[in-house]
């Protein structure tokens, strides 16, 4: 399974780091996952990689501001978000799949969640 954490509040234009740890696998051959979801809103797709080939996808609200990463020695995956906006609020979810449904970050393909973690953003 995996256990997310990191999340806060932070003001507008700030900086947070969420990190997504497993926990009886190495990351070497699946998918990671960032979602968010907000207080009334659908799961929204936020960055993922394949810890295959090394790629990289991301939401368009977040392209530019969010970086995925990895350390496969730690066996964790961050999430490091800059100029955070008070729309990324939400619960930050961390899941994990077959290396193939990165591409599309579709929420009901990914199998194994973690229990989430709040990010708020509001000064």
């Known amino acids: 399974h995996v256990v997310e954490s990191g999340g806060g509040l932070v003001q507008p234009g700030g900086s947070l780091r969420l990190s997504c740890a497993a926990s009886?696998?190495?990351?070497?051959?699946?998918?990671i996952a960032w979602f968010r979801q907000a207080p009334g809103k659908e799961r929204e797709g936020v960055s993922c990689?394949?810890?295959?080939?090394?790629?990289?996808y991301y939401g368009d609200s977040v392209k530019g501001r969010f970086t995925i990463s990895r350390d496969n020695a730690k066996k964790t995956v961050y999430l490091q978000m800059n100029s955070l906006k008070p729309e990324d609020t939400a619960v930050y979810y961390c899941?994990?799949?077959?290396?193939?449904?990165?591409?599309?970050?579709?929420?009901?393909?990914?199998?194994?969640w973690g229990q989430g973690t709040q990010v708020t953003v509001s000064s």
């Open positions: 899941a994990v799949d077959h290396p193939l449904t990165c591409a599309t970050m579709t929420p009901d393909a990914f199998g194994s």
């Open positions: 009886g696998f190495t990351l070497d051959y699946y998918a």
């Open positions: 990689i394949n810890s295959v080939n090394g790629d990289t």
